[in-house]
């Protein structure tokens, strides 16, 4: 069964970063009405997204398309963390002024990125950063505005 998620998020964004102790954890196929970025801290993980499958491990990136069908499923035995960012077609056009009315489509274009290893800090970072003002968005003006520069900053690193 297949369900679709609406996605709760504030200025059209949603963060999210969670630790899995449980490794049975099986999300149900599903999809959003906004485009979803997952980043894998630690562990391993299986992504199914539309009718490939992906084995993922710490660095790398799932890049769904709004829309698309996706399930998560363990891959061993171990925890695992990771990062959900879901973003709706209006952050999107923040994007586009930025860099360029083709970011979403460049990006998007592949399903799995792995970040190399000397950059994984420099990614986790950002993400943390926008987490960090998501956290703080309704008591402090400037939150974002400074999520949507984070998230300029990890578009251009992911289309170079």
Known sequence: MTIERFVPYEYHFFIEKTKRPDVTFVSDTHYHNAYEIYFLISGTRRQLVDHSIHDIKRGDLILIPKGVIHKTTPLDKNSHTRYVINFSDEFAASLHQSLGP?????????????????????????????????????????????????????FAFICR
């Open 102 to 154: 083709d970011v979403l489509n460049q990006t998007f274009a592949h399903v799995k990125l792995s970040v190399p290893e000397h950059r994984f800090d420099y990614v986790l970072s950002l993400f943390d950063k926008m987490n960090d003002e998501y956290s703080a968005i309704t008591s402090d003006n400037f939150s974002a505005a400074l999520i949507r520069g984070y998230m300029t900053e990890l």
